[in-house]
């Protein structure tokens, strides 16, 4: 079945460091890939995604490219903020089941001024 | 705007006590879904509807009844409480499979069982 593996949290930055957080997946077929985020207190919200390889998923500084080769898409940003600060969330769609998604178990950033 | 609206946000049960978890989208989506997330564990799928008139069971399923009312309202029914069962609860829809698959949520409900 498909799976997804993030990178393990929590992780604790400076404001204006740079961020990366490791995703892999494994899946038959291809799958959309998504990155959404948490905040607290709230549901997961979309932050970005990318629907075939070599997609480059942005938002709001934060990036992630589609590596069908390496089975990754790891989110990046080059400088983040105080209000970064929130849980985020790998996930993979099988485009032919409902749109079923499949969730990492989410990596908990703290950014601190 | 509201999206996805779940309620209600917080909610203490005795164990085996019943309850109904409401959720209801205003997208006009297709699929809903609903999930429950423990700590370190995700997201883990309790049951979903691809469509309206259509249920089916997800990767957590025991203990729990779904019903899909209409488009918009998609319920979730715990019959009789357990600790076990005591988690953040939070509803999704999608538009069409066919489509981006982009989900949905709700700010969730939180259910504590003693």
């Known amino acids: 079945g498909n799976s997804v593996t993030q990178m393990e949290g929590p992780v604790t930055l400076s404001e204006e460091a740079f961020l990366t957080i490791n995703c892999t997946y494994t899946?038959?077929?291809?799958?959309?890939l998504f990155w959404y985020v948490q905040y607290p207190g709230e549901g997961l919200q979309l932050l970005l995604k990318?629907?075939?390889?070599?997609d480059k998923g942005s938002n709001k500084g934060f990036e992630a490219t589609y590596r069908k080769e390496t089975t990754s898409f790891h989110l990046e940003k080059g400088s983040v903020q105080v209000s970064d600060s929130a849980v985020y969330f790998c996930?993979?769609?099988?485009?032919?089941?409902?749109?079923?998604?499949?969730f990492g178990d989410g990596t908990t950033l703290t950014v601190k001024p | 705007n509201a999206g996805v609206t779940q309620t209600p946000k917080f909610q203490v049960l005795k164990t085996g006590q019943s309850m109904t978890l409401q959720c209801a989208q205003d997208?006009?989506?297709?699929?809903m879904y609903w999930y429950r997330q423990d700590p370190g564990m995700g997201l883990r799928l309790i049951y979903y509807?691809?469509?309206?008139?259509?249920?089916d069971k997800g990767e957590v399923p025991n203990g729990y009844n779904v019903s899909r009312l209409n488009k918009r309202e998609f319920s979730l029914r715990l019959e009789s409480a357990a600790p076990s069962q005591t988690s953040v609860y939070f509803c999704?829809?999608?538009?069409?499979?066919?489509?981006?698959?982009?989900?949905?949520f709700g700010a969730g409900t939180r259910l504590s069982v003693l």
């Open positions: 999704a829809s999608s538009d069409s499979p066919v489509a981006k698959n982009i989900q949905y």
């Open positions: 899946a038959t077929g291809y799958p959309s």
């Open positions: 990318a629907t075939k390889a070599d």
């Open positions: 996930a993979l769609s099988d485009r032919t089941n409902a749109g079923k998604s499949t």
């Open positions: 997208m006009n989506h297709n699929s």
């Open positions: 509807s691809a469509s309206e008139g259509t249920t």
